[in-house]
């Protein structure tokens, strides 16, 4: 296999880079990063130097780069994880976001279309498309949790325009035959996860002793996956899922964010050495609400486990214990992250700096 990996220098597509490299070692892989702030190619420095694997910077939007590296590389699988992906900077500026995850997908599926026509339509080629359960909208507190039939709703430009490009390779199947298929996932966290998302906030403000701010009340809910339980789900869909499809992914583990930050205080205080606050969880203090927050996901994850297998494996407590142990081995990893650029953006929505 070929697979041009797209994004795959951020938070899941540099896990799902590792994953495929160690598990597919006779795979061609392509990574393909415009390196934005949230792009860091330090996530896969080790596996630069394989014979198969080639880091391409640049622009999923750059319809010649991407023309000519679908013929030169002789794709056959694209994993497209390249976006704009966080809910706070969508609020701050949207622009980017529809012109990477709106312009950009359009740009990616349009040449893999004339690419993938002028081949004589291959079978077996795939275009997966990663997008997440905010699509969906927001659940309240009874409501059944989001099958893959759910009508769209989605609240912030994140969501929005990730919605869109989910409608875009869904019309490229039905209208052109492009082997596409999407999948919606659930709040991931792991290794390599940017500072600005809750779980690597918490974990690095805890280690500085500063304060965890909460949003609102608290009482918002995640469904929580730890990043390679989504790596697994996306190889058995690129593997056995169905052109035209749509696989919901989730932790099947709702858990509220007071509950979530305090839990992470709790192993932050038996897992790390000398904290400078300690009980940490004396540092969560509730700050303004996020604009427009949607109050509760959950994904029913029935459709990939029955059609496909997939289930996820690791428990929240033991996935925060793996993130926890992992941003105390890696302080080198997040610590040139808090730039100024950073530092900007945190007094931007906090009103104060990191
Ligand atoms: P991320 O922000 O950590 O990484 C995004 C990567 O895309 C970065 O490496 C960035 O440099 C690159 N990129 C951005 N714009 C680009 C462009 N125009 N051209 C090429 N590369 C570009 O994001 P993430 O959290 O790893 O999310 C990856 C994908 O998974 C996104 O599509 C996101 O919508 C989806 N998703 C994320 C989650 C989650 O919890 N993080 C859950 C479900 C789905
Ligand atoms: O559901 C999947 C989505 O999960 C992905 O599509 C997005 O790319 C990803 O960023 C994530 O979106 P969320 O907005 O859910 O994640 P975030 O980590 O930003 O926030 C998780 C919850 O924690 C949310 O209810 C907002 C809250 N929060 C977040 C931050 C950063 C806080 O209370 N305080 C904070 O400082």
Not at 229 to 255: M, R, S
Not at 305 to 321: A, D, H, N, S
Request: charged share 20%; proline share 6%; hydrophobic share 35%.
């Amino acid at each position: 296999m070929t697979i041009l990996i797209t994004g795959g220098a951020g938070f899941i597509g540099s896990n799902f880079v590792h994953h495929w490299c160690n598990n597919y070692p006779n795979d061609r892989v392509i990574v393909l990063d415009a390196l934005t702030y949230a792009g860091n190619r330090q996530n896969i420095a080790p596996l630069e130097s394989l014979e198969n694997f080639r880091f391409v910077q640049g622009n999923i939007g750059d319809r010649s780069l991407i023309d000519s590296l679908l013929r030169a590389e002789n794709v056959d699988t694209v994993a497209h994880f390249a976006a704009e992906s966080h809910v706070d900077r969508s609020i701050l500026g949207p622009d980017a976001f529809i012109q990477t995850n709106v312009v950009g997908t359009f740009t990616l599926l349009d040449s893999f279309r004339h690419y993938w026509t002028e081949k004589g339509s291959p079978e077996n080629y795939r275009f997966l498309h990663v997008s997440t359960d905010e699509v969906y909208g927001s659940l309240g507190p009874d409501d059944p949790a989001f099958t893959e039939t759910t009508p769209y709703a989605p609240n912030s430009p994140y969501s929005a325009s990730k919605a869109a490009s989910d409608h875009l390779a869904r019309a490229y199947f039905h209208t052109y035959k492009v082997p596409t298929i999407i999948t919606n996932c659930s709040n991931n966290y792991g290794p390599y996860h940017f500072p600005e998302k809750l779980i690597p906030l918490m974990c690095i403000n805890i280690l500085l002793g500063k304060p965890l701010p909460v949003y609102g009340d608290g009482q918002n809910i995640r469904d929580w996956l730890f990043v390679l339980d989504h790596c697994k789900a996306l190889d058995i869909v690129i593997h056995k899922g169905q052109p035209g499809e749509t696989y919901n992914v989730g932790g099947n583990n709702e858990v509220k964010n007071i509950d979530l930050v305090t839990l992470l205080c709790e192993l932050m205080d038996e897992l790390a050495p000398d904290l400078p606050v300690k009980p940490s969880k004396q540092l969560i203090t509730f700050v303004k609400d996020r604009p427009g927050h949607d109050r509760r996901y959950a994904i029913d994850a029935t459709k990939i486990k029955t059609e496909l297998g997939w289930t996820p494996e690791v428990t929240v407590e033991e996935g925060l214990r793996k993130t926890i142990q992992w941003f105390l081995n890696n302080r080198e990893w997040w610590q040139p992250l808090l730039s100024q650029e950073y530092q900007d953006y945190y007094q931007k929505v906090y009103g104060v700096s990191v």
